[in-house]
T-cell receptor
Framework: GAGVSQSPSNKVTEKGKDVELRCDPISGHTALYWYRQSLGQGLEFLIYFQGNSAPDKSGLPSDRFSAERTGGSVSTLTIQRTQQEDSAVYLC??????????FGPGTRLTVL | GNSVTQMEGPVTLSEEAFLTINCTYTATGYPSLFWYVQYPGEGLQLLLKATKADDKGSNKGFEATYRKETTSFHLEKGSVQVSDSAVYFCARIQGAQKLVFGQGTRLTINP
């Protein structure tokens, strides 16, 4: 079946604008994760959804970042009032409960 | 704290050379440990894993042994190929399921 897909693959935006990044997990995977890969910080965890449980938001760097997962499937990561330090590759992964995490190709975000 | 430390790169080797990429971790308890690989232009993918002390993970000729005495999970391969050129990430599980990654090591294999 299809892997994790993310859109857009690339996003260029101006400082101060809001952006939305989308993740389509593998069908049947109940867990979904967002990570960020940047030059300065490496690969870091942002947020984790598991089924209908409250998400683990402990990795979100500021209140400008939020994410939701509708119907237990597609997830959207929203960054409000983007800053240049938000420039990074945003990775989504999904898994079965306690299973291997499968990563999507990422969205490269550039904030000018 | 809970962290993962990898040897700094970049690492450049000749084909058929022996590879070691060091990885150490700090943690309470014995978390599952992983090596992920990111080939040029591709997404992150799991290379191997070990879920308890003394386990050895292996895949594609790569191996890593979970050493609780030295809190290490070094990646090794006896004879590297040009196709092994990639960025390698050591990682551990923290909490329920989130991954904590090392900083990554870029490996280049020359023919």
């Amino acid at each position: 079946g299809a892997g994790v897909s993310q859109s857009p693959s690339n996003k260029v935006t101006e400082k101060g604008k809001d952006v939305e990044l989308r993740c389509d997990p593998i069908s049947g995977h109940t867990a979904l994760y967002w990570y960020r890969q940047s030059l300065g910080q490496g690969l870091e965890f942002l947020i984790y959804f598991q089924g209908n449980s409250a998400p683990d938001k402990s990795g979100l760097p500021s209140d400008r970042f939020s994410a939701e997962r509708t119907g237990g499937s597609v997830s959207t990561l929203t960054i409000q009032r983007t800053q240049q330090e938000d420039s990074a590759v945003y990775l989504c992964a999904s898994s079965r409960v306690a299973g291997e995490q499968f990563f999507g190709p990422g969205t490269r975000l550039t904030v000018l | 704290g809970n962290s993962v430390t990898q040897m700094e790169g970049p690492v450049t080797l000749s084909e058929e050379a022996f590879l070691t990429i060091n990885c150490t971790y700090t943690a309470t308890g014995y978390p599952s440990l992983f090596w992920y690989v990111q080939y040029p232009g591709e997404g992150l993918q799991l290379l191997l894993k070990a879920t308890k002390a003394d386990d050895k993970g292996s895949n594609k000729g790569f191996e890593a042994t979970y050493r609780k005495e030295t809190t290490s999970f070094h990646l090794e391969k006896g004879s590297v190929q040009v196709s092994d050129s990639a960025v390698y990430f050591c990682a551990r599980i923290q909490g329920a399921q989130k991954l904590v990654f090392g900083q990554g090591t870029r490996l280049t294999i020359n023919p």
